[in-house]
């Protein structure tokens, strides 16, 4: 009897794809993709570049008397309102923030990492909760404020619960779409392995879905900051988005912008936290880089 051809190029294939994935771990010293090195200095370089022509555009102005000062404020009232704060003010609302933040996100994160799973690993789920998280997700923040209140009062409950809704799903959304993402070959391959459930977990999709995941993360994490100022404007004695409403009421144009600025380092820095975390989680990655060149 004469071997079918096809049933042996699927097993050569099979067989390729089983040599890739037990040697994915091991150390890439044979590999022949040239070694790249970037420049940090002229990123860093670049990166501060608009900001500071737009504070040197924005002082220039004022100082010219091209703007009032009371509707935009140069960069020096700016700093001058936070001086006048004084340091320990401005640490306690930094503070209060970003503790609201922490807790938030990570009630948020869990939560999504966890159904985001489940709607990945089994179509059912899918069917079953995806059609009503999409729906939610489209929901506004302010839109849950009056419904938060009513259902838990006024204090520290509406805020967390704020904060975790914004950071739930785009992080259920990367880890779901990272899981059904994963190439089908590498489960089948899996599957030949002998691999069991946990390890085919461990082992094949967390490490193919982790750039989405981490993407969904650092969405999240950018998204709990915002719903945060929104959960902060309406009954806090405390927090960034105090200050900005302490602002508005006071019409001081230089204390609500410099609740913003706080705000976007707070953020930058969080986020930049994230980006290093990804990068140290997916070093094996062999990204596209525009900036680097072959060494």
């Known amino acids: 009897m ?14 390729r794809w089983g040599a890739t994935l037990a040697w994915a771990s091991e150390s890439d010293e044979h590999s022949a993709a040239p070694v790249r090195t970037s420049r940090p200095g002229r990123r860093i370089l670049l990166a501060w570049l608009l900001p500071l022509l737009a504070l040197g ?17 140069t960069p020096s009232d700016v700093a001058k309102a936070l001086l006048e704060l004084g340091w320990r003010t401005v640490a306690g609302h ?18 999504a990492i966890a159904v985001g799973a489940i709607v990945g690993l089994s179509s059912t789920a899918r069917s079953l909760l995806d059609p009503s998280f999409q729906a939610l997700r489209a929901i506004p923040s302010l839109a849950w404020v009056p419904l938060l209140l009513l259902w838990l009062g006024i204090g520290e409950a509406p805020k967390l ?26 489960v089948e391959v899996a599957s030949l392995m002998r691999l069991d459930s946990f390890a085919l977990v461990r082992r094949v999709l967390l490490p193919a ?10 969405n999240g994490l950018s998204l709990a900051w915002m719903f945060m100022v929104a959960g902060e404007l309406i009954a806090a004695s405390s927090g960034l988005g105090y200050l900005l409403t302490d602002g508005r009421e006071t019409s001081r144009a230089d204390l609500v912008l410099a609740a913003i600025v706080l705000l976007a380092c707070l953020g930058k ?11 140290r989680l997916l070093h094996w990655r062999d990204a596209f880089d525009p900036q680097a060149e072959p060494r």
């Open 2 to 15: 004469t071997a079918d051809p096809s049933v042996f190029l699927e097993y050569s294939d099979a067989s």
């Open 57 to 73: 555009t924005i002082e220039i102005a004022g100082r010219l008397g091209w703007v009032t000062s009371n509707l935009l404020p």
């Open 94 to 111: 930094v503070a209060a923030s970003t503790a609201r933040v922490a807790a938030g996100f990570a009630i948020g994160a869990t939560s």
């Open 161 to 186: 619960a704020m904060i975790a809704i914004g950071a739930f799903f785009p992080i259920y959304m990367g880890v779901a779409s990272g899981i059904r993402g994963v190439d089908r070959k590498l």
């Open 209 to 218: 879905a982790l750039p989405s995941v981490m993407t969904g993360l650092r």
């Open 269 to 279: 820095l969080t986020d930049s936290g994230m980006a290093w975390l990804e990068q």
